[in-house]
């Protein structure tokens, strides 16, 4: 079964710094681009940034870029997302996804979330 | 910048069938796949249409999806629709310049 779990959210004050993990398990992690997509309270989803399997594609929202930096380690089968110089606009629910094929395209399975609150 | 624009809400009865369109601006809505994701409150999204049309396994066959190239829009339909279907819907596609781009979520309410 194809499973993907966040961690690493918090509670972190503006100015400061978290990374997130995403575990990937139950297909073959290296073939697929990744994505964080979030979703912040009374908003929609909102595309974050994604990387591709050997990390010569990486692309951000501009609403990110400069501050936050996607990175993989296919050998962990691990996605993770470093945000930097966080503000209060980044809280929300970051969500791992994994794309449907190897190029940036769309999401077929989604992590549950992990919550980030910047207070 | 590629933006794509969605109904702020729907909504239909039990056994009805309901149409959500996204309506894409700054390029064409056929250049790149179109996904539509299903939230409900409290739950991660759910992918029921990729690629344009194509079904996940486990998505009923009640969700199909189109594309009009005419009008610039994406459109998802759910058939004989059910209390569970209740949920926010979003569509999706990529592109090289705009990267990730989702709608800004439909709010579907079962009467």
């Known amino acids: 079964e194809v499973q993907l779990a966040e961690s690493g959210g918090g509670l972190v004050q503006p100015g400061m710094s978290l990374r997130l993990s995403c575990a990937a398990s139950?297909?073959?992690?290296?073939?697929?681009?990744m994505h964080w997509v979030r979703r912040a309270p009374g908003k929609g989803l909102e595309w974050v940034a994604c990387?591709?399997?050997?990390?010569?594609?990486?692309a951000y929202a501009s609403s990110v870029e400069g501050r936050f930096t996607i990175s993989r380690d296919n050998a962990k089968n691990s996605l993770y997302l470093r945000m930097d110089s966080l503000r209060t606009d980044d809280s929300a629910v970051y969500y791992c996804?994994?794309?449907?094929?190897?190029?940036?395209?769309?999401?077929?399975?989604w992590g549950q979330g992990t919550t980030v609150t910047v207070s | 910048n590629f933006m794509l624009t969605q109904p702020h809400s729907v909504s239909g009865s039990p056994g009805q069938t309901v149409t959500i369109s996204c309506t894409g601006s700054?390029?064409?809505?056929?250049?790149?796949?179109v996904q539509w994701y299903q939230q409900r409150p409290g739950s991660a999204p759910v992918t029921v249409i990729f690629?344009?049309?194509?079904?996940p396994s486990g998505v009923p066959g009640r969700f199909s999806a189109s594309i009009a190239r005419s009008s610039n829009t994406a459109s998802l339909t759910i058939s004989g629709l059910q209390a569970e279907d209740e949920a926010d819907y979003y569509c999706q596609s990529y592109h090289d310049i705009s990267h990730g781009v989702f709608g800004g979520g439909t709010k579907l309410t079962v009467l």
């Open positions: 990387i591709n399997w050997n990390s010569d594609i990486i």
């Open positions: 139950g297909f073959p992690f290296d073939d697929y681009v």
């Open positions: 700054g390029g064409s809505i056929a250049s790149t796949y």
């Open positions: 690629e344009d049309h194509q079904r």
């Open positions: 996804a994994k794309d449907i094929r190897g190029f940036p395209n769309g999401v077929d399975v």
